[in-house]
């Protein structure tokens, strides 16, 4: 029979052997889904980037955030985003607007077009993304849900721990 200190650095290993194996798959998925998100919003003129950005714009604020909010909310620099933000604004999908108070602000707006453009996908969204996760069922969905949002918050607070290194 195995000693305790035994069984702890053979599940040592697995776990970081296992661990690995999910970094890297975290990472296809993330290709791979993006590769998809693409080719759906290519006729449309929109990349997985500027996707991405429109809709935490859409589910993190209340207000039209500033270009450096969004910047920090998607882990990104101001740079990307007023990239981003420039051909969205060509594009019809938002304006960018100095705040009223701190002419230094450039704030980020929805357009009436990209509202009704947003209105019209929500079928074919509801689609795509429950083709997404067509393989789980409710229970891993569940669990899924529980394990990337602490994920997400151990991976907040590792990038700000490193930005401030």
């Known amino acids: 029979m195995k000693e305790p200190e035994e069984l702890k650095a053979e599940f040592s290993v697995e776990r970081l052997e296992m661990e690995k194996y999910i970094l890297v798959v975290l990472f296809l998925v993330q290709q791979r889904w ?13 990349t997985t980037k500027q996707w991405l950005m429109m809709v935490v714009m859409g589910n993190a604020f209340k207000h039209d955030p500033s270009m450096q909010e969004v910047a920090e909310a998607m882990s990104t620099t101001h740079q ?4 981003l933000a420039t051909r969205l604004e060509a594009r019809g999908f938002l304006k960018i607007e100095r705040d009223k108070s701190n ?13 009704r453009y947003w209105e019209g996908r929500n079928g074919d969204d509801v689609e795509s993304v429950s083709a997404l996760f067509e393989s789980l069922d409710d229970g891993e969905i569940k669990t899924l849900f529980e394990i990337m949002g602490k994920l997400e918050r151990s991976s907040e607070k590792l990038y700000k721990d490193s930005k401030n290194i």
């Open 34 to 46: 993006g590769y998809i998100i693409n080719k759906e919003f290519a006729q449309d003129g929109i």
């Open 80 to 83: 990307n985003v007023k990239q």
């Open 103 to 115: 002419k230094r602000i450039l704030r980020l707006k929805f357009t009436e077009e990209s509202q």
